[in-house]
C-alpha cells in the first residue's frame, strides 16, 4: 500500500508555525516513503474563507520550496483538491446515512438552539444537542424536508459503548460514545457540509493512508471513527503531533512573537532555516545531528522519530539556524536575497544598476558575519548606499581630543584622500601611520573622525574597505560636512 498524505488547511488565516510544520512533516513522510502528498483546502466554511489566506498558503510554500503532487495547480485524479467544489458528494453521502438510520433530519430553529442552551446554563446541565429531533419517523421528517422546512442532518451517536482508535504516537485513545459531541451536525441547512464529514468523506475518497495533524484534532477523532464505521470505511492510520508551545509553556501564539511565515519571511528568515528548525519542532533524527536540509529530510524523515512530548519554539534558536544558512550561502546568492530588503529601505533602485550590484557584492564579506537575518542588512549599509549620515560634533572626537584638533586631524586627512584609493590597505595603512606620528597622536584617534565621518557610527566594518565602498566622491563630501561640524563646534 503506497503512501497518501494530505496537508488540509481551512483558508481562513495566515500560514502559522504549527501548520506548516503539519505540512513539512506529511510532505517529508511522502517524499521519503515514496509516497504522495496531497494538498487540499477546506474551504467549507464560507463566513471565514478569505482569499488572501489561500493565496498565502501557496505564496507560504512556493518560498519553502514545497510542493504537492496532487492539488490545487497541481491537478490530480482524486479531485476536485477544494471542498467547495465537493458539496454534491457531501450531501449524496449524508443522505445515505440518513436512509441507512445513521443520520437524521434535524428541523431545530437558531431559536430554539438558543432557547435550549440558556436552559441549560441555567441549570448547568449537559452542553450541546439535546437530540430533539433524534426520534421523529423518518416517514414524518421527510414529508417536512420535501415540504420545504429547513433542516440540517446530525449523525446518530451511539448511547452506549464507547468508541477509539489507535494513535501511532501517543497509543489508544478511547472515548465513552455518551461523551461524544451529542449527535453532531454533518450538513447545515444550506447544504454545505461541516468539517467532519468532508474531512472524512475526502480522506476515504482521496485513499489517505495516513492522517498526520495537530493534536488539537484528538477530540474530534472518536466521531470520525464513527463516520468511518457508519460508512463501513476503513480508518486512516492517526498521527496526532504534540503541541507546539512558547517558552511558557502556552501554545505558541502571538504573544510569544512572529507566528506566521508572512512575519517570518519579511523579518528575513531564510527558508532553509525554517524548514531545518521546524523540521526539529517534535521530531529528530538521533540524540545529535542538528543540520537537516530540505533533501536531507525528503530521504531521513521517518514518523518513528516523531517525539511525543510538546516542542518548545525557541527563537533564538531559529535565529542560530538562519544565522548558518546566512553563512552558507554563497555571495552572488546572498547578494540577490538582500534585494528585497534593501529595495524596502529604499537603498538601491529596483533594478539595482551595474554599480550598485557590485558595491553590494563588494559588501557581502564584510557584513555576512554580522547578519543574523537578511533585515539586518539594511541597517548595516545604509551608509555605503543612503544618503550621508548623521552625527553631533561629540560623536567626531576621540577621547581627551578638542573639536579643535579633531578638525585638525581631518583636514590632514584630506590631503591623503586623493591618492587613498589608488593604493593598497597596506600602502594606506603606512601614510596613516606617517600621519599619526607627524600629529603626535595615536593611529587611532586619526581614524575615530574620520570614521564616523564616512560611516556614522564609532563601530563599523573595517574601515578602509568601508571607505572603498562609499566611494570617492562620497567619502570626501562626508569628510566635508564633518569638518564643517567640527570646525562650528570650535568656534
Ligand atoms: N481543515 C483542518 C485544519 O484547518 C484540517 C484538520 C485535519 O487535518 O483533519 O486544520
Ligand atoms: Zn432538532
Known sequence: ???????????????????????????????????????????????????????DI??????????????????????????????????EYAQKLVASGQAYYCFCSAGRLEQMREQQALEGAGQGYDRHCRNIPPVEALARKEKGEPCVIRLRIPLEGSTGFHDRLIGTIERANKDINPDPVLLKSDGFPTYHLANVIDDHFMEITHIMRAQEWIPSGPLHVLLYQAFGWETPEYCHLPMVMGDDGQKLSKRHGSTSLIEFRGGGYLPEAIINYVSLLGWSYDDSRQMFSRSDLEQLFTLDK??????????????????????????ADLARRLLPFLWEENLLGNPPSAREEKTLLDSIPIIRERLHSLADAAGLLRFIFGDAPDY?????????????????????????????????????????????????????????PLRVAVTGSKVSPPLFESIRLVGKEKTLARIEKAAGILSKAAG
Open 1 to 55: 500500500m503506497s503512501v497518501r498524505v494530505r496537508y488540509a488547511p481551512s483558508p481562513t488565516g495566515l500560514q502559522h508555525i504549527g501548520g506548516v510544520r503539519t505540512a513539512l512533516f506529511n510532505y517529508f513522510f511522502a517524499r521519503a516513503s515514496g509516497g504522495k502528498f496531497i494538498l487540499r483546502i477546506e474551504d467549507t466554511d464560507r463566513e471565514r474563507y478569505d482569499p488572501r489566506a489561500l493565496q
Open 306 to 331: 516523531l517525539n511525543k512530548a510538546a516542542a518548545v519554539f525557541d527563537y533564538k534558536k531559529l535565529e542560530w539556524f538562519n544565522g548558518i544558512y546566512i553563512r552558507e550561502c554563497s555571495e
Open 392 to 448: 553631533a560634533a561629540e560623536d567626531l572626537l576621540p577621547k581627551k581630543t578638542s573639536a579643535a584638533e579633531a578638525l585638525r586631524f581631518l583636514e590632514e586627512i584630506k590631503n591623503l584622500m586623493p591618492g587613498f584609493f589608488d593604493k593598497t590597505d597596506e600602502g594606506n595603512e603606512a601614510d596613516f601611520r606617517a600621519l599619526s606620528e607627524k600629529l603626535g597622536t595615536r593611529l587611532g584617534n586619526i581614524l575615530a
Open 58 to 91: 501557496y505564496d507560504t510554500f512556493d518560498w519553502l520550496g514545497i510542493q504537492w503532487d496532487e492539488g490545487p495547480r497541481a491537478g490530480g485524479n482524486y479531485g476536485p483538491y477544494f471542498q467547495s467544489e465537493r458539496t454534491d458528494l457531501y450531501r
